[in-house]
């Protein structure tokens, strides 16, 4: 009768390889997943801050007013500005300031919104009146703003249509102080996305 053979060294090391092997290929499966993972989130923040961006900006835009007034100083301050040659490119007034205490107070406020450092900004002065900055209220839109762009479309008899126009690239300029356009095209070059632009129709508030 023959002895029965045991495991030799070298079937040993083939079985040790071959279990290295399997561990190295499910690790490496495991990282992959991993980092797909934490990909996905950073990308589903990314977007979630670029949807509460243009959200802030829909929301103060919907409370424009068609009023123009003049400042502490005696200055017209017009109903909305579009400059690029101003710290501002986007400032306007709006109401609807939120108000959940009842205080007596007015729901006025003006808003502008600026880029510096890659960062679109908001600012709000709750007295339209005085525009210092030392009494604004500054908040982070967005991260990874490079520029942003905007096209005005005047109302009607001028402003036609999205796709006759004419869209002129500052408000108001020669016309009236207290008149919002028909629509704004707001678009932000941003760092590893590119050019977003989005459309916002405003109705004359009063």
Do not use: C, H
């Amino acid at each position: 009768m023959k002895s029965q053979a045991g495991i030799s060294l070298l079937e040993v090391l083939v079985a040790s390889v071959i279990m290295a092997s399997i561990a190295v290929l499910a690790f490496g499966a495991l990282d992959v997943t991993e980092r797909s993972k934490v990909a996905s989130e950073d990308n589903m923040r990314k977007l979630q801050q670029f949807d509460r961006g243009w959200t802030m900006i829909e929301n103060d835009l919907r409370n424009a007013l068609s009023y123009a007034s003049g400042s502490a100083y005696g200055d017209l301050i017009n109903a909305m500005d579009v400059s690029y040659g101003d710290e501002y490119v986007l400032s306007f007034l709006r109401g609807g300031r939120a108000n959940p205490l009842g205080f007596p107070r007015t729901e006025l406020a003006r808003v502008g919104y600026r880029v510096e450092d890659g960062t679109l900004w908001r600012d709000q002065w709750i007295d339209p009146q005085n525009l210092d900055i030392d009494f604004a209220r500054s908040q982070k839109v967005l991260d990874k703003v490079e520029e942003i762009t905007i096209r005005v479309l005047p109302p009607a008899p001028i402003g036609k249509g999205y796709k006759e126009g004419p869209w002129v690239e500052e408000w108001p300029g020669t016309g009236p102080p207290n008149v919002l356009p028909l629509a704004l095209e707001i678009t932000l070059n941003t760092e590893g996305r590119g050019e977003i632009t989005r459309l916002f129709s405003l109705s004359p508030g009063q």
